[in-house]
C-alpha cells in the first residue's frame, strides 16, 4: 500500500504563494498529479505530470501553478503562484498506475492511491 502525504497548505491573501509537497511512500517514478475539492462540489484536478515529465494543468491554473517531482526525494510539488480566492479547496497529491495516456487532470479515476490532503484558503 503506497502512502502518500501532503502539506504546505495554508491561508494567504489573493496574490499570493504556497508551495505543497507531497512524500509518497512509493516512488515518483509513475504519473502523478494534484487534486482539489472544495465542500459541496465535485472533486477537481489541477495538474499532473508524466512519468517522462510531460506536465498538464487545467485552464484556470496556467500560468500561475507548476508541477514538479524529485524522484530521488520521492517528492511532488505543486508552486502556486498568485493565487485566487477561487483557488481555496482542500489540495490532494495522488499517483496513477494506469497507462500515461490516462494520466491527465480530467481522468481521476485512473489515480489509485491518494492522500488525505492539505487545506489552502485565499482571501480576498
Known amino acids: 500500500q503506497v502512502q502518500l502525504v501532503e502539506s504546505g497548505g495554508g491561508s494567504v491573501q489573493a496574490g499570493g504563494s504556497l508551495r505543497l509537497s507531497c512524500v509518497t511512500s512509493?516512488?515518483?517514478?509513475?504519473?502523478m498529479g494534484w487534486f482539489r475539492q472544495v465542500p459541496g462540489k465535485e472533486r477537481e484536478g489541477v495538474a499532473t505530470i508524466g512519468s517522462d515529465g510531460t506536465t498538464r494543468y487545467v485552464d484556470p491554473v496556467k500560468g500561475r501553478f507548476t508541477i514538479s517531482k524529485d524522484n530521488a526525494k520521492n517528492t511532488l510539488y505543486l508552486e502556486m503562484n498568485g493565487l485566487k480566492p477561487e483557488d481555496t479547496g482542500m489540495y490532494y497529491c495522488?499517483?496513477?498506475?494506469?497507462?500515461?495516456?490516462?494520466?491527465?487532470?480530467?481522468?481521476?479515476?485512473?489515480?489509485?492511491?491518494w492522500g488525505q490532503g492539505t487545506q489552502v484558503t485565499v482571501s480576498s
Open positions: 512509493g516512488d515518483t517514478v509513475n504519473a
Open positions: 495522488a499517483t496513477c498506475t494506469a497507462l500515461a495516456w490516462f494520466c491527465t487532470p480530467d481522468r481521476q479515476h485512473f489515480f489509485r492511491y
